[in-house]
Structures are given as C-alpha cells and as structure tokens.
C-alpha cells in the first residue's frame, strides 16, 4: 500500500483523483474489515463527496505544495467511533446508544482539522465500550453479540484497544492511517498487537477545542500508521490550534522542528541522528507488579535499544519510576470519568459490566478524593520526570505479552479481575498518559509462537514537549530496522 505521503502527493500533482483513491479503499474496506472487525460503519456518500471537493481543490490549483493546504488530499482516514462526525450515528462501541445513537450536527475539532487537509472519512471504526479496555470487543453485533476487532497477524487474536479497529483497518491495508486517541495507552496498545506504529503526543499537542474539554489531562487525540512519517504528517494537521488554547507543547527538540514535526521526523534520515542520545531501558513491569513480562517482550526492547546504541546512543538502565500502590491513585480519576456518560438510569444494565463497575467505584469518589487524585497525578507526573531526567528516551516493552487472544482478559463475571488483568498485559502504557509525555510502539520485533508469527512492540518514551525529537529517534529505527507490513486477512 502506499503511504499517506505517496497518496497525497499524487492527488495534489493531479497524477490519480481522490475519488478513485476513496472508492478503492472502500472497496478494500468492504471486503477485508469485516474479517478483523475493523469498522461499525462505512461512509461512502459522506466519503465521495469528500474526495469530489478535493478534487475540485486541486483542479482550481489549491494547495499544490502540500503546506499551506491540502496535506492529506485524498487520503483515506476513518474515525474512531468516540469523536463526532456530523450526520453520522454515535455508538461509542455501546449497546445503550446502538440502540438510540447520538447523531451529531456538526464535527469535532479533530474531524474538522482531518477534513481540511483534504482527507476522506469512509468510515468509523470500532471501540470498546466508551472506549474503557485495552480490547476491542463490543457487543454490537445481532442480539447484542461481541464483535471482536481481531489483528490481521492472527484473527485469533485482538487487535487491542481501544482503537482497536483503527489499527485493524490499517494492518489490513484497507487505509494508510487511521484517526486514534490515547487516555492510557488506546494509541500504543493496539499498534503493538497489530505491527504498525502508534504515537501518543505530550499533553497539549492536540487542541481539545472549539468543543472539548481537557477533563483529566490523560487522554489525546492522535493516528495510528504503517509509517513514522505518516504519523508526523497526521499530527502536523491535528497539532493546528483553536482559539483559546494554551502554549503548545511538541514543537521543539529537533533542528528542524520549527518547520512542523515532519520536518522533525526527517531529522532521522541523517547521519548521526542519534549520536549521543541518552537512552534507558526499562523492562521490569511498573502499573502492575505482578505481571509477567514475556520475553520476546523484553527482546523487542531490546533490539531497539541494540540498534540505537549501533547509531551512537548511550544506554543505561533506567528506574521504575512509581510503584503500583502509588498508581492506584488514579483510579478516581477513571472511574469518576465513568459517571460523566451519557446513560439514563432505566439503560444501566445495558452496560457492559466493566462499565458498570467502573460507575460504581466512581460513585464511592467523594469530591475531596478526586481533589486529592488530580493533586497525586501531578506530583507523580513530576515524579516520572525527575526518575528519568536522565534520558532523552526510556524504551520499555510496549506490551507484556503478544497480542491477546480473543477474550482472554474480558471477564464479565468479575470486572474488577478484569480491570486488574488489563494493567498485568499494559505494565507500561499509562506512564506517559498520567506524565503527559509523548510515547511511540513500533513493531520492530516478531517472533513464532504456536506456529504463527506475531508482533512484538518497543515503546519508545521521550521527554515533555520533545515530540519532535522522539519522532526522528523513532524514524531513525525505522531506517535502520525496518519492519514488515502485516499481513492481509484477504486479497
């Protein structure tokens, strides 16, 4: 498949049309997506009309250069079905608004920055309920039956979550890139068990405005991609500001950050891009102490620690920088997020029980206790900066284990087993989501297990407000270690 960058291009110097780019991969999406439980919904009305107004753009000569318009002409990106797409129906991956579903009157900020840049939305792609697990299984199908999002690496498998189906469209090769977002590793956790890159941006890259709020400060908006360059591309676009905003973060950390992160991320392509980069490595699980790590786990760290260090970087061990007892300050933090849905009384047991009990610790949260939550996250966020300030990246596992299985951390009779469980296969995620910090899984190992090969993710940790910097350290591993695209579930 052609990347974003490749796509774009073509379109803007007239060489294919973006109606025939978005037919095509709406076909692709009809005909590969159900196999891996990629979409909820395919647009194509809203898709074509789209792809005419780009073409119509650059027929009239309209951003020609790819910078002051039109960077994503043509490209075909779905949205993740948590963010509102006007006159399209919102599900959220829940059985409560499946039934009635909001149906938006106008597009969020997010949507409308993809769409001025001259991409195509075929689609929405799916979540877990409201977007709470590290799995993609929502029970949207016929009488309320799972519909699992599934990695094209084996459909035994899920592909994560929670945008689990955006990273299922794109390792299936049904588009370049996918819109994504990140509240405790939805970016990086999905990459990881389908091959493909995910970056989760510092706190504030991504405006929440015109209509957002900023809420806790653990979630962002953001892309998941085949390609490092791609994702800069995405984030260029989504990184523009809306009135009201504060000082911007991620713009800085690269000689060429100034001209937008990809011009940043091209930093990579030289010689000695990361000659004297401070490095840590960090495998021992931190969320959960108890998880067992894998260990093609700890070898996809590893490597990508080996390969840095070959192109100059120093390497030390870094420390864990909280303990789980202190993480469990968060949960307030969650389950309070929980009450603010959009569910009327008499639907609560239309929730999916790990909704439910997530609602239900979020009701024992006294405001003083989520005063002192708010305060903890601070002082941990500042925490994690000190035990790794001397680094410029911390490389951890993205994941503990391979991809997981089709329900085997679901657990409806026990949620709170559940929730627990999802901490033991995420030991790392939500360091970055609680500091602020950008984050990138890159697929840089695999390994046969059962007779199947799977991808195993090195996450790559950098510093507040150095987007830039982590995502040419991260091009850098792209050039020197380069991955395989994932296989097809179909022709």
């Not at 945008?163 to 996918?178: F, K, T, Y």
């Not at 602020?436 to 090969?453: F, I, K, M, Y």
């Not at 987007?467 to 350290?473: F, H, I, R, V």
Request: charged share 20%; aromatic share 4%; proline share 9%.
């Amino acid at each position: 498949m052609e990347t974003a960058l490749e796509i774009a291009a073509a379109v803007r110097r007239g060489e294919v049309g973006a109606v025939e780019v978005t037919t095509a991969a709406l076909e692709r999406a009809a005909r590969r997506g159900p196999a891996v439980g990629a979409f909820v919904e395919l647009t194509p009305e809203l898709a074509l009309a789209q792809a005419r107004e780009v073409d119509a753009a650059v027929a009239r000569g309209e951003g020609g250069d790819g910078i002051t318009g039109l960077e994503l002409a043509g490209v075909p990106i779905p949205v993740k079905d948590l963010n509102q797409v006007a006159g399209v129906p919102l599900r959220a991956g829940s059985r409560v608004l499946a039934a009635q579903p909001i149906v938006p009157e106008v597009d969020d900020g997010t949507v409308v920055r993809l769409r001025e840049a001259g991409s195509t939305m075929i689609g929405k792609t799916a979540t877990p309920e409201f977007g709470f697990p590290p799995y993609t299984e929502p029970r949207t199908g016929p009488d309320g039956s799972i519909v699992a999002a599934r990695t094209p690496w084996d459909l035994r498998r899920g592909a994560g979550g929670s945008s689990g189906g955006a990273a299922a469209a794109v390792a299936a090769g049904i588009v370049p890139l996918a819109h994504a977002s990140d509240g405790g590793g939805s970016i990086r956790i999905p990459a990881a068990s389908c091959g493909i890159v995910g970056f989760k941006p510092s706190r504030g890259l991504v405006s929440t405005g015109p209509w957002g709020v900023d809420g806790n400060g653990l979630a962002t908006q953001g892309v998941v991609s085949r390609t490092v360059l791609d994702t800069a591309l995405a984030l260029d676009v989504l990184g523009r500001g809306w009135p009201g905003d504060g000082p911007r973060p991620g713009r800085s950390g690269a000689p060429r950050a100034s001209g937008g992160l990809l011009a940043a991320a091209l930093d990579g392509d030289d010689d000695g891009a990361v000659r004297g980069l401070r490095v840590g490595i960090l495998t021992a699980p931190v969320v959960a102490g108890d998880a067992v790590v894998h260990p093609e786990a700890v070898a996809a760290a590893e490597r990508a620690v080996r390969t840095l260090e070959a192109g100059g970087a120093v390497v030390g061990t870094a420390p864990v920088p909280f303990t789980p007892q202190e993480w469990l300050a968060f949960m307030p933090l969650w389950s309070v997020g929980a009450l603010t849905l959009p569910v009327p009384d008499e639907a609560e047991e239309l929730l999916e029980p790990l909704t439910r009990w997530l609602r239900e610790v979020g009701r024992s949260v006294s405001g003083a206790d989520y005063a002192r939550a708010v305060a903890d996250a601070q002082r941990v966020a500042r925490q994690v900066a000190t035990a790794w300030d001397a680094f410029d990246v911390v490389v951890t596992p993205s994941l503990a284990g391979p991809p997981a299985p089709v329900g085997s951390i679901r657990n409806d009779a026990d949620p709170a087993r559940d929730f627990e469980d999802q901490k033991r296969f995420t030991p790392w995620t939500s360091i970055a989501n609680i500091a602020g910090l950008p984050s990138v899984s890159l697929p840089v190992h695999r390994a046969v297990l059962d007779d199947v090969e799977l991808p195993f993710g090195a996450m790559l940790t950098g510093r507040l407000g150095q987007d830039g910097a982590l995502l040419a350290t991260a091009r850098h591993l792209e050039l020197a270690d380069p991955w395989p695209a994932p296989p097809s579930p179909t022709p």
